[in-house]
């Protein structure tokens, strides 16, 4: 069962890891996104809640903004709603503070480096008042090729483990270190494992 698990994992794993890949080489060309929208237009200053992913650069940016006035034209579709975008290529995603008004600085907290970015801030109103939150993140896609490739990497390292093991055994040789076990079959002289394989005359 552990086995099963751990072979869907690392299967998973190697189709997200060639993915990435892909995307990360063609958003040097073109820059991917969506958006989903959700406009309340029951209220009587309708608001926009957005999320948004998208790769450009190499980067991987993430966006939610909630409670924002809507600043879409009004024949955009309302209510659930995505968008699906292929631009040509935008820079590497960075992150500008929302100062609507003169001298405010929003930010609760963030950090990043290294092409890592994360930002949380609650933009106020004129008068000083929260008025919408917004997080961002921004995660490097050859972060995200190399968390995706552990599980893969393991398993092949796994099979190649198997395969060395078969090979020595059939072969009559201790399976842990090779020697040549046909004079000794029940246990390995050089290193001391006990051999449960039949040995071949
Ligand atoms: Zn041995």
Same mark, same amino acid.
């Given at each position: ?16 890891? !060639? =993915? ?6 063609? +958003? ?5 996104? %969506?958006?989903?929208? @959700? ?15 998208? !790769? =450009? ?6 966006? +939610? ?5 809507? %600043?879409?034209?009004? @024949? ?126």
């Amino acid at each position: 069962m552990k086995k099963i698990v751990f072979r869907i994992a690392a299967g998973a794993s190697l189709i997200m890891w !060639v =993915a990435t890949v892909c995307i990360w080489f063609m +958003s040097y060309h073109r820059t991917f996104s %969506v958006e989903r929208h @959700d406009v309340d237009l029951e209220l009587d200053f309708p608001y926009v809640d957005i999320r948004k992913l998208a !790769v =450009a650069h190499g980067g991987l940016f993430y966006l +939610s903004q909630f409670g924002a006035w809507r %600043v879409y034209s009004i @024949d955009q579709e309302v209510g659930v709603n995505w968008h699906l975008q292929s631009n040509p290529a935008e820079a590497y995603p960075r992150f500008t503070p929302y100062r609507p008004f003169r001298g405010q600085t929003n930010l609760i907290s963030g950090g990043g480096g290294e092409g890592f970015e994360f930002k949380h801030q609650l933009v106020p109103d004129y008068q000083g008042r929260p008025f919408f939150r917004q997080t961002i993140f921004v995660i490097p896609m050859p972060a995200i090729a190399m968390i995706s490739a552990v599980l893969p990497v393991l398993s092949l390292i796994r099979v190649r483990h198997r395969r060395t093991h078969c090979r020595r055994a059939a072969m009559g040789l201790c399976r842990k270190c090779g020697y040549d076990l046909r004079a000794s079959p029940a246990r390995c002289p050089e290193c001391g494992a006990v051999s449960d394989f039949e040995i071949p005359v």
